[in-house]
């Protein structure tokens, strides 16, 4: 009897709570969905009801028409696709071996090199552009995809870092111990613990990959030629561009944003799974 009248108490919260997660979703998802349905509109049909839905009458392709002939999305798509997977690999390797590294050689520096980590997570990088732009121009390699998945890869390593120190932490001693003694060296122990933490490489690819696709600041400076711009990039320059050509100017904003939610869609658990396991340990 107390359990029902507990359960029919706590349904106007359950309620409520609900409620409000709907009313987030919608004001979340509502602007990208109207941007993706007016795209396929004409100017008057976006003008005459932003909020409907393409009708028989209403419904046209031009802007994207228009985007794709004027533009090259395709080697914008190329590029964004080099920087982030080239850029995820290496962190998720140089993330690998230094948090092993941090966590079982117990060595004087280990303390420093972890602090040097963490004040590498509160800095913004933005803040050494100059110097960063600097040093790209001495080694030579301005204006190419190789400077920005150099900038991204510093970027992103402090944290991929110390959240993958969080899971080395947690394989079991006698796991890594029982390897060793069978006479398994370094890097066939750290094969074996790999597998183990697992849903940390998973969150460090998700919180990789998004940033650097979705990044404007580094392309617009480090690379802007044309045969070297990123997705963002390309999207940014056709809005200046279409400014009164509202189908191609909702085209070139969907183009820009349907990998990115793809991306989120596709990593999303990965991502919120792998931190809220990795904070909790």
């Known amino acids: 009897m107390t359990s029902k009248r507990a359960t029919s108490a706590g349904l106007p919260n359950i ?6 997660l709907i009313i987030f979703v919608i004001l979340a998802i509502g602007p990208i969905l109207t941007v993706i349905m007016n795209s396929f509109k004409t100017t008057q049909g976006i003008f005459t009801g932003p909020f409907v839905p393409p009708t028989a009458e209403t419904f046209n392709l031009q802007g994207y028409a228009n985007v794709f002939k004027r533009g090259e999305f395709f080697l914008n798509y190329q590029n964004s696709l080099i920087v982030t997977i080239a850029t995820t690999l290496l962190v998720i390797v140089l993330a690998t071996f230094a948090a092993w590294a941090l966590t079982e050689y117990k060595v004087r520096i280990a303390p420093l090199l972890a602090g040097f980590f963490i004040i590498g997570i ?13 040093t790209m121009i001495s080694w030579g390699i301005i204006d190419t995809l190789l400077a920005l998945i150099l900038v991204y890869t510093a970027m992103t390593l402090p944290l991929a870092v110390a ?3 969080t899971y080395f932490r947690s394989v079991p001693t006698e796991l890594k111990e029982a390897a060793r003694i069978d006479g398994a060296g370094e890097f066939r122990t750290l094969g074996i613990a790999v597998p183990i933490v697992r849903p940390g490489i998973a ?16 392309p ?5 030629s044309r045969e070297n711009q990123t997705v ?3 999207v940014q320059q056709f809005v200046g561009q279409f400014q009164s050509d509202y189908p191609a100017l909702l085209a070139a904003l969907t183009l820009g944003a349907v990998p990115l939610i793809l991306l989120f869609t596709v990593f ?7 931190l809220s396991a990795g904070y909790g340990k």
């Open 122 to 134: 509160m800095l913004p990088i933005r803040l050494g552009t100059v110097p960063i732009l600097k």
């Open 203 to 218: 969150a460090v690819a998700s919180i990789t990959m998004l940033p650097v696709w979705n990044d404007l600041w580094f």
């Open 15 to 20: 309620l409520l709570t609900h409620g409000l």
């Open 220 to 224: 617009l400076i480090l690379a802007p």
């Open 232 to 234: 963002t990039l390309g």
């Open 268 to 274: 999303s658990r990965q991502f919120i799974q792998g």
């Open 163 to 165: 959240l993958m120190m």
